[in-house]
């Protein structure tokens, strides 16, 4: 698949939050994930992530038989240097660097970017492919996070049943909202960008 | 109407949400289900159980890599028990099972063993106590809505038995909702489910957090 085809696949068709479920539902306390600092720390985190990843899953477990062992390598190794990182962004001063630097360390450990790096290494993807994948895959999760963002604003302001009010409405709104990004599949997108 | 709290356990998922993305991937079917509700729980308890004796001997900035390390050990011989018991299974549930070590109830109980107020809340109620309540209550949810979503999707029922082929229960030729195995189907699924525990919770004069 063109490289256009897995940014399309990953925002879309292979939606983070939507079709894998990882990372979670906003909701109130987290409003400021629609941002530009969230969508950048959601792109460069998990690239990294997936570049940490993918080197140790091909170039050293996989030769050696030793795949499954990269949850640990991850929670040993990449976890601390991503929140070196982090950190020191959000300590440099620079606006927009700060911002991005403090999500990225509320990003760090959880489903989301874990479980990205984890299909980059593990999808079959080569180096770049993987680097693109995540990073798309991130940018779709922020997607997605914003839309749901903007649907509960307006929910709250529309007269449901008390017990739909809050997340069963969210998690409906998510459903459908994966209904429609099912109709862009793999297949679908393959034909359409080669 | 007073609210009643006293001896009302919320449920983690239904009320707290905890968990509930990944839930939704892997609950296409009672034995994938099951296995990550259980896998879940085990994590969950012995992080409860292991993780405030490990806060008193390790220095404190290694004690959050420390805990995750810890987290992530736990999830891989999770991993391998599954891999042993059922191949099938273990595929189907691909990367949550190392997910498991980042899993949202296994953060809760860590967040939960995280208080300095020793072995009890301010409630009184047992900390572990309370982490494996959650937990058992993570696993009855995660297998009913895994039972729930395969039956009225598919017809069928796919037993956890061990093997290289799952045991399958055919109740309908053909599938009679097949969208609610798909994640979109889960959400919609999820969420009439928990607006549902809203509503028998809020009728029974108890509020949901």
């Given amino acids: 698949m063109s490289y256009i085809g897995i940014v399309v696949t990953s925002v879309f068709a292979s939606n983070a939050l939507l079709t894998y479920g990882l990372g979670s539902i906003p909701n109130r306390d987290r409003g400021r994930l629609g941002s530009l600092p969230s969508a950048i720390a959601l792109t460069v985190v998990n690239a990294l992530a997936a570049l940490f990843l993918w080197v140790v899953h091909s170039l050293v477990l996989f030769p050696l038989g030793l795949s499954s062992l990269d949850v640990l390598f991850f929670a040993l190794f990449a976890v601390p240097a991503l929140k070196f990182l982090s950190r020191a962004a959000s300590s440099s001063g620079k606006a927009l660097l700060s911002r991005v630097g403090e999500d990225a360390d509320d990003l760090v450990v959880g489903s989301l970017v874990f479980g990205l790096a984890l299909i980059a290494s593990r999808g079959g993807y080569a180096l770049p492919e993987a680097l693109i994948a995540s990073s798309a895959a991130g940018l779709g999760y922020w997607l997605v996070s914003l839309l749901l963002e903007s649907i509960r604003e307006r929910l709250e302001l529309s007269d449901l049943p008390e017990p739909f009010k809050g997340a069963p409405a969210m998690l409906i709104s998510a459903g459908l909202m994966a209904l429609a990004f099912m109709g862009m599949d793999s297949a679908f997108v393959k034909g359409l960008t080669g | 109407m007073s609210e009643r709290r006293e001896g009302f356990i919320p449920n983690p998922v239904l009320a707290g949400l905890v968990g ?141 038995v061990p093997g290289l082929s799952p045991a399958r229960l055919v109740f309908a030729d053909a599938a009679p909702l097949g969208i609610l195995v798909s994640p979109a189907g889960g959400f919609i699924f999820l969420g009439f489910v928990v607006a549902a525990y809203r509503a028998i919770v809020g009728a029974g004069g108890r509020k949901s957090p």
């Fill in chain 2, 20 to 160: 509930i993305c990944p839930l939704i991937a892997v609950s296409r079917n009672l034995a994938e289900a099951a296995a990550y509700g259980l896998g879940s729980a085990f994590c969950a308890i012995v992080l409860g159980a292991v993780a405030p004796p490990l806060r008193s001997v390790v220095a404190d900035r290694l004690q959050a890599p420390a805990l995750l390390a810890l987290s992530a050990s736990l999830a891989l011989v999770y991993a391998f028990c599954v891999l042993l018991y059922s191949p099938a299974i273990a595929a189907g549930l691909w990367v949550y099972l190392p997910l498991l070590a980042v899993s949202g109830l296994s953060l809760s109980a860590l967040r939960r063993s995280a208080s300095s107020l020793g072995r009890f809340g301010p409630d009184g109620q047992s900390r572990l106590g309370a982490i494996t309540l959650e937990a058992l209550l993570f696993l009855l949810t995660a297998t009913l809505v895994g039972s729930a979503r395969e039956l009225i999707g598919l017809g069928t029922l796919t037993l956890p």
